[in-house]
């Protein structure tokens, strides 16, 4: 979290219904229509990611509704059990956690579901668990494809102001985001951008919710509204954290991801070529620009690994989840980062890879600062 944003946050909380609290808050609602590349909407709750996820599924649902899910990882499957939870019917296209969702499995599902079944596609644009990104202009292509009015709901809390998304161009018709990841933020904030298609559902939609019913928060179905007394010093950061990315510019914010990403790929194809470990993702066209997951040989504890990193470099690694745990390691590579900060990851890696006597090929980061340099030539 940048010093700035801490700063923006650290003063006494305003009146939520005053003047000065509506021209923040309008401000951050147009903010994030940019960010999110919609003219439509931009619904905030105070919540973790969990919350816009149950938003989306509540407001466009109802009891019995089939969903077309795609298995990307653990948050996928969390989201999957969380629409069962509310009795939804959850068609989950197997994978095997290396790839994205298969745009051609989804349209093949599609185009034999003749009687339209299927309410709704819920996809995870940036699968955080595998460090592997969904191709979502392919997935909407494959639901155009099978000619189906299926509902498109995407996860892109890993994704949003890091890579590009683009709400509208890809007719998404509920993207879910959180303040924790690419916007710089504490976590507590969660976001629902909802087309017109959305909001036309939620007024048929029979799950009850209020905390989380668009129409309740947004009586005109256009203006941006709260329920609840909104989380207010998150706004002072939020409003700040927008500042900075339209500072930078979008399109700058995810080309240096790009680049960052790309040298961490480097280091650790690098140290994989004595076979210690490997890129997770398969599919060079899937890998994250906002985390890398990394597979180690089976002779190797990723635990190990990454409790020693913390213990003498002070940096977290995070761990792999469900299947991959003591298998993978996960570099998170998004929001507030450069040149120095990833290269001092990487150093600290190369350094526990020598502490703890992984057989990797040395020079891992002068790999990536070959690359970067290259970049700036
Ligand atoms: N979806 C993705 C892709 C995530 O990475 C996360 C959390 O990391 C979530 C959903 C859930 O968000 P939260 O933990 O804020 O509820």
């Given at each position: ?13 305003i ?11 309008e401000?951050?609602f ?22 816009a996820?149950e ?80 191709r ?12 189906h ?37 504490p ?59 339209k ?12 680049r ?40 190797y ?25 003591g298998?993978v ?24 890879l ?20 290259e970049?700036?030539?």
């Amino acid at each position: 979290m940048p010093d700035r944003i801490l700063r923006a946050m650290d003063r006494p909380a305003i009146d939520h219904r005053g003047p000065e609290f509506k021209q923040l808050s309008e401000e951050c609602f147009d903010g994030l229509r940019s960010i999110f590349g919609t003219r439509c909407p931009v619904l905030v709750f105070p919540s973790a990611g969990h919350g816009a996820w149950e938003a989306a599924l509540v407001n466009t649902c109802s009891p019995g509704d089939v969903l077309l899910m795609a298995e990307t990882g653990a948050f996928s499957a969390m989201w999957k059990a969380m629409a069962e939870a509310f009795g939804l019917v959850v068609e989950y296209l197997p994978g095997d956690w290396r790839h994205g969702a298969d745009p051609d499995a989804i349209y093949d599902r599609l185009a034999k579901d003749r009687d339209h079944t299927i309410k709704a596609v819920a996809i995870v644009h940036n699968e955080t668990s595998t460090g592997i990104t969904t191709r979502l202009p392919e997935v909407r292509e494959a639901i155009d494809r099978a000619n189906h009015p299926a509902l498109f709901l995407v996860d892109t809390i890993s994704s949003l102001a890091s890579m590009d998304f683009r709400m509208d161009d890809w007719r998404v018709d509920v993207a879910i985001g959180g303040s924790q990841k690419g916007l710089m933020l504490p976590p507590g904030l969660s976001f629902n951008g909802i087309s017109k298609k959305a909001l036309r559902s939620a007024q048929a939609s029979q799950l009850p919710s209020r905390y989380w019913d668009w129409n309740a928060i947004m009586p005109d179905g256009e203006t941006p509204g709260f329920l609840s007394t909104p989380a207010i010093n998150m706004f002072f950061g939020l409003h700040e954290a927008l500042t900075m990315l339209k500072e930078e510019g979008l399109d700058n914010v995810f080309e240096r991801h790009a680049r960052l990403a790309g040298a961490v790929r480097q280091a650790i194809v690098h140290w994989g070529q004595e076979g210690c470990m490997e890129l997770l993702s398969e599919d060079p066209r899937e890998q994250s620009n906002s985390v890398t997951a990394v597979l180690m040989a089976d002779k190797y504890n990723a635990d190990d690994l990454r409790a020693s990193c913390m213990q003498h470099t002070n940096v977290a690694l995070a761990a792999g989840l469900n299947r991959f745990s003591g298998k993978v390691f996960r570099i998170g590579h998004l929001g507030d980062l450069n040149e120095p900060m990833i290269l001092g990851t990487l150093s600290a890696i190369e350094m526990t890879l020598k502490m703890t006597g992984v057989d990797y090929r040395p020079g891992g980061t002068t790999a990536a600062i070959d690359f970067l340099a290259e970049r700036f030539n």
